[in-house]
């Protein structure tokens, strides 16, 4: 019998560890070392929305920020989304971060969070958030390719990382990339792997909630055409 799709993504969580070769200054942050409760919800997000053996289309991050994903453990989702969306409270952490913000106005807009996760499945390929010290003691996110030499280290378990979502069943004749500069890198992945048919490139919900707030709604409706929902369809 087959393994329901949390199963599968629990499992991959469950042994995300990353033992590689970083430049100075920067350092990985797994979130399900550094809090047990984070273990807790991850799981319990899981098997709400994707307890069955659908297959999913795939949208494709950076890498978890430390106030998202890198508490929670899902994907563009901080703690108060979590509690006041899927109804999933998180009392060890309380998190606010501006792309979970856009992402969970998408997603309502979309049909809401039951309708988006049955469809779709999140994550990065880097799973793991990443800091950078930018003065003694103060730590900021980072993206996987922020220095050559941090991706030049990260980029075998990137590939790995890739290849094991792909392994857990999801749809890779298209797929979305979430940032311009990110779709980049995916691409040069994508070229030496061939994991991925069409690669559809929409602008990052950071980007969007930071420098485009005002067009928010077009940037929404961006996403839902691109997922083939058309306005009326709303």
């Known amino acids: 019998m087959e393994r ?10 469950k042994g995300l560890c990353y ?7 920067f350092q990985v942050m797994n979130p399900y070392l550094d ?20 297959r999913r289309e795939f949208i494709i991050g ?8 890198g508490v929670t453990g899902v994907p563009f989702t901080d703690t108060k989304r ?8 998180m009392v060890s952490a309380h998190t606010h971060e501006v792309s979970s913000v856009f992402m969970y106005d998408m997603i309502k ?51 790995s990382s890739l290849k094991q979502h792909v392994s857990m069943g999801l749809k890779v004749s298209k797929v979305f990339v979430l ?10 992945l994508n070229n030496e792997a061939s994991l991925f048919g069409e690669i559809v490139v929409l602008e990052h919900p950071r980007y969007i909630q ?13 996403y839902l055409n691109a997922f083939g929902i058309e306005e009326e369809e709303k």
Not at 19 to 25: K, Q, S, W, Y
Not at 35 to 54: A, C, I, L
Request: proline share 6%; hydrophobic share 35%.
């Open 210 to 222: 930071q420098y485009k707030s005002k067009e928010k709604d077009h940037y929404i409706m961006k």
């Open 82 to 89: 979590l509690s006041s969306v899927c109804d999933i409270p």
């Open 19 to 25: 033992t590689g070769r970083l430049p100075d200054g």
């Open 109 to 159: 807009a979309y049909g809401g969070a039951d309708d988006f996760y049955n469809r779709f499945y999140i994550n990065s390929p880097f799973p793991l958030a990443i800091v950078r010290e930018v003065k003694p003691g103060t730590w900021v996110n980072a993206n996987y390719y922020d220095a050559p030499q941090l991706f030049k280290d990260v980029k075998r378990f990137m590939l």
């Open 62 to 69: 950076i890498n978890p920020s430390r106030h998202g994903a």
């Open 4 to 13: 329901c799709f949390a199963d599968k993504i629990i499992e991959f969580n």
């Open 35 to 54: 809090n047990p409760e984070t273990m807790v919800v991850m799981q319990q997000f899981y098997r709400k929305y994707y307890g069955d053996t659908q």
């Open 179 to 188: 940032g311009k500069k990110n779709a980049k890198y995916i691409q040069i």
